[in-house]
């Protein structure tokens, strides 16, 4: 049976800020309860918040509390794409004010403001949109899981099936995945996402790490009909919202080398429908990024979607796809929780 939003924040424990869920993490994952007391050890999270203006970039430190990187440093860049190149004016923001995470934290709990550069995440105070916005490109990768391929009884490809997603497809954590009334075979797709950090044109892999800036989650919402019906992926994979993306980018020193061996689950309702590992991965990142920029340079910025595991919703017997009212949270180890309720969209006028 389908479950309402609050019954699914009832069975996995809650929902926090910033789509990070409260429920026992994966195996293996890396949380702020797993990691050393002092603050000063949290890793670096990236985000990109808005106030209610505009977007901008920013530090988690928790679920509740952020850094406004501008108001601590008002000579840095103002958008992602140009702090990715070199990150070193970024850690030191972190490290000169996680150690007050404590202090801000205390100060939530007592119902008063936090001082400047610190940030209250989460509305109505800071709203996390998608880490990365207005991206040159999503490129993503068909059939680069082993058990994926299984399930559809395929042979595993000889090289990447690359196709590509909209960018006006991204959407917010905790925002919602919005279908239309003629869409009825919507499902959902959890993956690892690799974030482009510096330009590059035919990249070695023994270079790729080079122009890694990190990593973060992503749902790759499709629309079986379309992409059944077109022979080709770009409408049915493109629908408005159908690319959640986020809650924040983990820096690569904060993973295994190129996000090896990171458990991986996609959950329904939460109903676990796809679990597996990033070692399932026929193509890794090194190998991927190489061969993407074979073709096209890849910009600051550029999201390429490392491929979905087994247990899609098309594939079952039988075939489920979202319904409004259902919540689906695409969780990485080491990275953390991407959730986002599933409703009802009609056209204005």
């Known amino acids: 049976m389908r479950q309402s939003i609050g019954e699914c924040a009832k069975k996995s424990g809650g929902?926090?800020?910033?789509?990070?869920c409260s429920r026992a993490p994966l195996s293996g994952q890396i949380t702020l309860d797993d990691?050393?007391?002092?603050?000063?050890?949290?890793?670096?999270?990236?985000?990109?918040?808005?106030?209610?203006?505009?977007?901008?970039?920013?530090?988690?430190l928790s679920e509740n509390v952020g850094i406004d990187l501008l108001a601590a440093d008002p000579s840095l860049p103002a958008n992602w794409h140009v702090l990715f190149g070199d990150l070193s004016p970024v850690?030191?923001?972190?490290?000169?004010?996680?150690?007050?995470?404590v202090e801000m934290?205390?100060?939530?709990?007592?119902?008063?403001?936090?001082?400047?550069?610190?940030?209250?995440?989460?509305?109505?105070h800071s709203v996390l949109l998608a880490p990365v916005i207005l991206p040159s490109k999503i490129i993503c990768v068909g059939l680069n899981y082993r058990d994926h391929a299984a399930e559809q009884n395929k042979v595993l490809p000889a090289n990447p099936m690359l196709f590509s997603k909209a960018p006006t497809c991204l959407q917010a954590p905790d925002l919602p995945i919005c279908i239309g009334e003629d869409l009825g075979q919507v499902d959902a797709e959890g993956e690892l996402a690799v974030i482009i950090g510096r330009a590059?044109?035919?990249?070695?892999?023994?270079?790729?790490?080079?122009?890694?800036?990190?990593?973060?989650?992503?749902?790759?919402?499709?629309d079986r009909e379309a992409q059944y019906a077109d022979k080709q992926y770009f409408?049915?994979?493109?629908?408005?919202?159908?690319?959640?993306?986020?809650?924040?980018?983990?820096?690569?020193?904060?993973?295994?080398?190129?996000?090896?061996?990171?458990?991986?689950?996609?959950?329904?309702?939460?109903?676990?429908?796809?679990?597996?590992?990033?070692?399932?991965?026929?193509?890794?990142?090194?190998?991927?990024?190489?061969y993407v920029s074979k073709n096209m340079t890849l910009l600051p910025g550029d999201i390429?979607?490392?491929?979905?595991?087994?247990?899609?919703?098309?594939?079952?017997?039988?075939?489920?796809f979202l319904q409004p009212g259902d919540v689906i949270e695409v969780e990485i180890a080491g990275i953390g929780t991407l959730r986002n309720p599933v409703q009802r969209w009609t056209p204005s006028g």
């Open 15 to 20: 929902v926090g800020i910033g789509g990070f």
């Open 35 to 60: 990691r050393p007391t002092l603050s000063h050890n949290l890793p670096m999270k990236l985000i990109t918040f808005t106030q209610g203006a505009d977007p901008r970039p920013g530090l988690a």
């Open 91 to 101: 850690s030191r923001v972190h490290q000169q004010h996680v150690d007050r995470l």
């Open 105 to 124: 934290e205390t100060l939530i709990a007592a119902g008063q403001d936090l001082p400047m550069p610190f940030v209250k995440l989460g509305a109505p």
């Open 200 to 222: 590059g044109r035919a990249i070695k892999r023994e270079n790729a790490a080079n122009h890694i800036a990190g990593y973060t989650c992503f749902n790759d919402v499709s």
């Open 235 to 290: 409408r049915g994979k493109s629908i408005d919202t159908g690319g959640p993306c986020g809650p924040w980018i983990v820096t690569p020193d904060e993973l295994p080398e190129f996000g090896h061996g990171l458990d991986i689950e996609c959950r329904w309702n939460g109903e676990v429908m796809q679990k597996s590992n990033t070692k399932q991965l026929i193509f890794p990142v090194d190998h991927l990024i190489s």
């Open 304 to 320: 390429i979607s490392t491929g979905t595991p087994g247990g899609v919703g098309v594939f079952r017997d039988p075939p489920v």
